[in-house]
Structure formats: C-alpha cells, structure tokens
C-alpha cells in the first residue's frame, strides 16, 4: 500500500531506512549507540551483559514485530533484550531518559548524567547516521 503526505511518498522512506541499515559499515562489538525509535535497549555481544537469561518478548522495530527469548541486564541500565543477531549494541533512548537526564545536542553528541561526577558522551558518527 502506498501512503503520502503532502507528496512525500512514505513507502519509499521506509524503503530507503532498511537499505540503509543493511548496508551500514561493519561496528565494533563494543560500540553503544543510542536508539531513539527503539522501546527496549538490546545488545548483540553478550559479553556487555550480566545474567543472561530466558524470557520471552514481543520486540516491535522497524522491520515489524519479532519474538525474542534471551534479555540480559546492562550494568547500569537495566534489562535488556540479547539479539545476537542485531548486528550493534543499542540504549533504548527512552529508557535512559527514565533513568538519567540526557542533553543533546543535534547532529554533535548526546550526554547521559549519570551522576555529578560521570557523563556518558555518545558522539554523533555520521558514517552510521547517529
């Protein structure tokens, strides 16, 4: 089916969307991006998460609805979905706002307070788009 608004044809944006997280470069399995469409954060290398365990979930993405049976808990951000297959580690921006106060600044940083003493710096990288 073929939405527009205003002329601008959403089919194709979300066409151009996943072309471009399939061909996004290959990330370090260290790398933390902040996600700010996903509702849950996930992680791809398990070694970033503490008891991984079973759980079963229904993930809602940009590629549609998929289950889920593996969540581990990131160290200072709570549960968190194991997607070994999700290709990079993602915060689930609206989780850490729940947690932490975060400042942005567009298209340069998002800064997570953690405390007075620590701020997580995530720099804008624009060969990934975030």
Sequence with gaps: ML??????????IVYYIEKCIKDKPKLGPFLVYIDSLANMSFAANEHLLRNIRGRHLNV?????????SMVG????????????????????????????RVTYEQRVRFVV??????????????????
């Design 3 to 12: 939405i527009t608004d205003g002329g601008i044809e959403l089919d194709m």
């Design 60 to 68: 809602n993405g940009i590629h549609g609805e998929a289950p889920t």
């Design 113 to 130: 307070h953690v405390n007075a003493s620590l701020q997580l710096v995530f720099d804008y990288d624009a060969k990934v788009g975030s």
């Design 73 to 100: 808990t990131l160290p200072g951000f709570g549960e968190a979905i194991y997607a070994p297959d999700a290709g990079t580690n993602g915060l689930a921006l609206c989780e850490i706002e729940e947690r932490y």
